[in-house]
């Protein structure tokens, strides 16, 4: 149904006290568009926390009605930039969660995107980072790696082959640490699962059947220490990657931040690109 035709749908019905006749928030509530579920009008006005949501609409009914419906909401309706609406509703549809606490700054939800390109050795994935505070949502955007360079798929560094990481969310799987006990890192400290890449040949397998859990070393950390590089090979032996330093010390900066208010350990998610749109 087109926007005018339902909105010209939504005018025929009585709005209740407090809402003019066009307007869909009123103080400390919204108002649902005919046949719209709590879930759809919540996303529609960039709100989230479906938890409290829920808590705040008990009695809320649970099907999309055929006139609008007031949902009850805590503050006003979050800012969230359009990139960060595509990969939150992504992460709600994978079953993934996310660090919604506002109450201090920098509670950082860490996704690496995977890109579909199956040739080794480029830099043509991402990392993103964001956070909310203060009801708006900020994000940054990395050039990574989530793959293992070429040098380590011809010559894997195991008899069980290459490690790869397998597309999930690692709840509590690093900490701020040392890269080989050289330069600062996020470092795994919590199981995760790796596919193995073992024919040795200049394509990453992403679905060989080989797959482990364990603690692997699979960090996230930087390639050249000064300038961006170009080429993974040596770099990642199934760590993510940064290409380039200068992000690679903002990301660490955000990090140190994180450190100060949140705990000692992170999460990291990783997923396709495509599920973003």
Known sequence: MSPFLLDRLFARYKLPA???????????????????????????????DQGELKTQNKTFHPRASPAPQVVRVVGPPEIVPSEVSQIIKALLRLGHSLRTDDSKNHNLNIVGLRSENADPNSFDDQLWVFWKYQNRWTLRKYKITTDPGLTWLQTPGR????????????????RYGKHRGQYDA????????????????NKLDFSSGKTQTGLFGINIHRANEKVESKFVNKWSAGCQVFANPNEYQEFLKLCRLFLAEW????????IRQKEIG
């Not at 008899?159 to 690093?174: C, F, N, R």
């Not at 470092?187 to 024919?199: C, G, K, L, M």
């Open 18 to 48: 407090g809402f003019q006749d066009g307007i869909n928030m009123a103080g400390d509530r919204i108002l649902t568009r005919p046949g719209e579920t709590l879930i759809e009008a919540s996303h529609r006005m960039k709100m989230f």
């Open 159 to 174: 008899k069980e082959g290459t490690a790869i990481l397998k597309e999930g969310q690692y709840k509590e799987s690093h």
């Open 186 to 201: 996020l470092v795994q400290a919590s199981p995760v699962t790796v596919v193995r890449d073992f024919n040795r040949d």
């Open 263 to 270: 705990g000692e350990t992170f999460t990291y998610t990783l």
